[in-house]
């Protein structure tokens, strides 16, 4: 076999750190099939591991999981501008979770007669040869690029991974025609240590000394973040700024990232935009947040002092977006929280306030708060009389079950408040959303977590909590093949209210006592009855080798949620249909999914 292009560029992306490739192949792959089969007969243990994914979004989903928890970017590969399409509402997801991925797509072949190494062979190669296959999603890609010749793929490999690295990181496309991939090449390689993404930014000092003061000085001061935890360092960082400033409470209105753990005093836990510290709060720091508060919701105090820290503080995606902050920084979040701890604690004058009385009361003050909010969490977590339960009792038998070091990846919607407060996460990297809005992320991506672990040779349990409808887009036919055929064990658990509920939820937000207030789920075409067999799906698509089962009582649930949970510990995976309570006692009303 030659050395063509297409095996240059998996040369070129295990060189630069990739590991799995997620592949979904068509006409515009010979070459790269060639390279797949001459890597792995040639370059043993030296070459990605490919896995087959039988849907465009799974295989993207799959990438996003196992970069969000490793931060190394991985590789998926699609077919023209149609498997382009197929990545759907994973593009989203993967910029607006700030994902470094790398999607290469094939183009219909440019030659007709014959001129060169893969000119047109099919019918297929007119249909789909469009006249801009990049723009499909350029708009969600920190960089985007075409392989015009074999002769520099490495460097545009490395390219296009420098944007994808560096902050704000994001996916990016490379694209190229069969001609240019089938390229023969004589063989090269790069440096890599002149590959580097961008060094992560510092606060300058003044920033540091003027938010440093304005903690300290505060009386109720909040931060406020939403990704923050991405790095799981800066978990850490900020532990050590609330051990510091005692008084300082955190939020997350994010929920994408465990940010701040919940055994910590000064934890908030997870609120949409909407909380009172926020109204109540003198000084207010975000960090790494996209969305702080919902200004028709909840608004800070008119005369609060808001500063903003954050890779992405202009927030470059979003045509509108602005808070009322006093100063933003472009910076590092472990960098920049590093910093304030330390000079709060080098400070003298500032060193001595923190040490005084003032603080030790609001220390007590926020220990009290702290226990009374646990103790309100808990009294959701009870079943009803007649023996149903909600969200919020299932997630506390969930962490009664699962390891202490479980991975939990959420996509709940209109649960996950009620979800993250009965989990009650404290491990950097144990929770995980994916940060954007589109639903059918959180399969996937429970595979490509497990399948990090399962690499760096230290499995974890996983276990993917999604609601009803979400769980249908996230192809579960797709999911668990390729679980069965990859022996990836997830366990998931579907919180079944027969039916979509945002919509609900959005509706009544604006048109509160409108006649869609009086409707019935179905009126409101948001129902799911009859209710899909959704563990049967996965039982199906992966062969009979995935445990499936359905509870609607408290009894049911206890027995066979330890009946799951002991499937995936032997290595295989588990659906649960969970049945929540409705609102009259009755599996599957709309006010379960809204007060837990």
Partial sequence: ????????????????????????????????????????????GQFPKIITCPNEMVALS??????????????????????????????????????????????????????????????????????????????YCRYTGEIKSGKNVKQMVNRALSFAMSDPKGPVYLYGARESIEEDLTPYSLNQAFWNPVEPTALAQRAVEIIGKALVDAEEPLLITGYAGRNHAAVGELIKLADTIRGLRVLDTGGSDMCFPADHRAWLGLRYGVED???????????????????????????????HIDIDPLKQQMPVFYINALARYRADCYTAINQLHTFVQSNESLNQKIQGVEFDERWRTLGESYQARLDTIATLAKPSENEHYNASYLCAQLRKHCPKDTIWVIEAVTNTGFVADQIQATLPGSWINCGGGGLGWSGGAALGIRLATQAAGTPRF???????????????????????????????????????????????????????????????????????????????????????????????????????????????????????????????????????
């Fill in 62 to 139: 799959m990438a996003d999981g196992y970069a969000r928890l490793t931060g190394q970017p991985q590789c998926v590969v699609v077919h023209v501008d149609v498997g382009t399409q197929g990545l759907a509402a994973a593009v989203h997801n993967a910029s607006c979770g700030r994902c470094p991925v790398l999607i290469f797509a094939g183009l219909s072949p440019y030659t007709i007669e014959g001129e060169m190494r893969g000119s047109r062979t099919e019918y297929i190669h007119w249909i789909q040869d469009v006249p801009d296959q990049k723009q499909i999603v350029s708009q």
């Fill in 462 to 596: 996983i276990t993917q909590i999604v609601g009803d409808g979400t769980y249908l887009f996230s192809i579960p036919g797709s999911v668990y093949w390729i679980s069965a055929r990859y022996q990836i064990p997830i366990l998931t658990i579907v919180l079944n209210n027969r039916g979509w509920h945002a919509p609900r939820r959005s509706l009544l937000l604006v048109h509160p006592d409108g006649a869609g207030s009086k409707a019935t789920p179905e009126e409101l075409n948001i129902s799911f009855a009859p209710t899909p067999d959704y563990a049967g799906i996965a039982r199906a698509a992966g062969g009979g080798d995935v445990w499936a089962g359905t509870a609607g009582t408290v009894e049911e649930l206890e027995g066979r949620l330890a009946e799951a949970v002991a499937w995936v510990r032997e290595g295989r995976s588990a659906v649960l249909d969970a049945h929540l309570e409705g609102p009259e006692g009755k599996f599957g009303g709309g006010k379960a999914a809204l007060v837990g």
């Fill in 277 to 307: 510290a926020i109204k109540t709060a003198d000084v207010i720091l975000v960090v790494d947040c996209d969305v702080p508060w919902i200004n028709t919701q909840c608004l800070p105090k008119e005369d609060v002092k808001i500063y």
């Fill in 1 to 44: 076999m030659v050395y063509t292009a297409s095996f240059a560029f998996f040369e070129a992306i295990w060189e630069a750190g990739i590991t799995h490739c997620f592949v979904n192949l068509g006409s515009d792959h010979p070459s790269i099939i060639e390279a797949i089969v001459k890597g792995q007969n040639e370059k043993k």
